[in-house]
Each structure stands twice: as C-alpha cells, then as structure tokens.
C-alpha cells in the first residue's frame, strides 16, 4: 500500500528501512546490529539511514516505539561530571516521560511488553544495552549493574506511579521536587 | 449461570458479593465502601463477608485482582519498629511479587491499568488509600506523601524490571541482595 507525497516512494523505503531494523533487532540484540548490515538487507545505501535516522539508537528507538527522546536524554547526560550526573538524570528522564507524545509511546510499550515477549525484549534490550551502561559507569561498586538496575527501575516506577496510575501527589509534582528527592538516592549507588 | 458444587448456590452468593464491591470500591473508593454497604446491597448478613473474605482490605484485593498477598503484606510490617521497617517492606514485597500467582496478577494488573481507566483507579485506589498511608506515616518530612511515592515507584519498579521486562541482574538477583540495596535509599524518606 503506497502513500501519496512529494517524493513517491520515499516513505515506503523509510517503513521498509524500519521494518528491516525491527526485525534485525530482536534477532541479534541492539549491540550485535548494525547500520550496515540493516542497509543491505533493506537494499539502501548506509548514507540514507544516517539521512532518515540520524544514528542507530534514533533508529532504534523509532523500530522498536521507544520514546524518541530517550536515547537523546543518554547521550545529553553523558558528559556530565559525576556531581551533576544523578539530578540531570531524572530531570532529563522527567523531560521525555512528561512530554504528551512519550507519555503515549510509554503507555504503548508498557502495554505491548506486559503482552508480548517481543516487546519485553525490545525493552530488555535498550534498558540492558543502553540505559544501564550509563548509569553502572558511573559506579565503582562491585555490584555496579545490579545497583544500576535498582536506579533505573526508580525512574521506570516514577513513570508508572505518575503516568499510569497517577497517584498523588507524584502525578502533580514539579520536575524540580521529584529530582530534589530523588537524586541522593540515586547518588549512593553512583560513586 | 449456575455452577454446579457441593453447596448449590454458595459460588454464585460470593461472586455476586464480588461483584457488587468491585462496583462500589470503583464507585466511592476504598476509604468510603463498607462491608456493611456491600453486604446490604448483595442482600447477605455482613457476618458472611467476614465468613468468605476476612477482611474489607482482602475483599478489596480479590474485587479489584490485586494480588492478594499485598493486604497482608501491610498488616506484616505495619507494627514493626521504625528501623526495621524498610528492609522488612522490601522483603515482604518480593516476597508478594516473585510468587507465580502474584506475577500473573500483577502482569494482569499492569495490562490493565494501562488500558482501562477503571483498572488503573482501581490501582491508585490502592496505593493512595493502604500503600502511602503505612509508609508515610513512618515519614516526618513536611512532604511525607510524595517521599511515601517515590519509595512507592521504587518496588513499582522493581517488580516491572524484575518481572515484566526481566533486566539483568536485577532478574535473577536474591532477595536478600535487593534488600539490603534498596532499603537504605528508603530509610532516606523515613523519620
């Protein structure tokens, strides 16, 4: 089924560049894909997803429904001094969560992974490939990872709490008193 | 429909008791629903409600399909001594939630929530009435309520990484370890 536009046929490659990079996420994970090896199997040039996607996280987070922002916010905490790191990173985290479009993808993806093994896979894949590496390196505890996993479902349960459920007074609360509250805790896990 | 059994009837009285909660709790919330309210309008002796439920918080949990433990799991740790209070909570918490019952229930729960708006009050019912009044009130903090939230959105998190997206190592990671990580941000929040 083709769209009607100004450039014929551009979207359709774009849903079957998607398509392809869905696929070949779930069967290899996110770190064993690559740009590459989704452009020749979707039959384009590398150069037109770096066009249409920016990166391969962008792509990612587009093939699998994550929020759009997420991988953005990893990348805009990721230079940060260690002091800084915990409070930028909820406040960054509250920025895409609070967003009306996150908000729906997040809803979406909870919904479909509850459901569905692929989309909890999906998840799997970006909170253990990406979210987590973020936040364990920042940690001189031996149990780093498991300690990273214990921050990150502080900020997936605030999501839950404040967009799901929306118990007050989370729901209402301004970015700034969540990140206030939130960010010592997230510090003694952090080095 | 009828259900055949050794007392004819019997199924049929309970699940109607059932029924008629899960409309009144949707209707006033937990606070104002009582079991004399239910019990008058099922048309039944309120001693029979004890009979099958036990208890208002019980009835609640098997109205709504929260899993059932969770009542109990308050009433475990409501009388125990401040500083034993976070580590117990967590523990009790895992203990509900890493049951295959309970996991089902909770998937089932989340489904929902995301779904069904009466589902997800049905949960807010839960967590603002019986789950942030036992751990506020072991808070002194001017903001006491959002504190008891965000301890709140941290076992809401767990549970989700733990169960629905299943991150490592959080997944296969022991109860005792979770504790003894988890409770010390919770103590943070507490008087």
Redesign the interface.
Known sequence: MKRAGRRPGAPATRDAIVAVARRAFATHGYEATTLRAIAREAGVDPALLIHYFGSKDRLFAIATGLPSGLPLLLQAVAGLPDADFAEALVRAYLGVVDSDRSRNSI?AL??S???HEQA?AT??EF??AQL?PVIAGRSDHP?A???A??V???????A???H???????AS?GPD??AA??A??IK??LR
Do not use: F, K, N, Y
């Open positions: 809803l909870v919904r992974a509850v459901s909890a998840l799997r909170v253990t987590l149990d990872r498991l300690r996993c214990l990150a479902a502080q900020l997936v349960g605030i839950m709490l404040r799901v459920v929306r118990a007050e007074p989370l609360a008193e969540i509250l939130t010592p805790g003694r896990h």
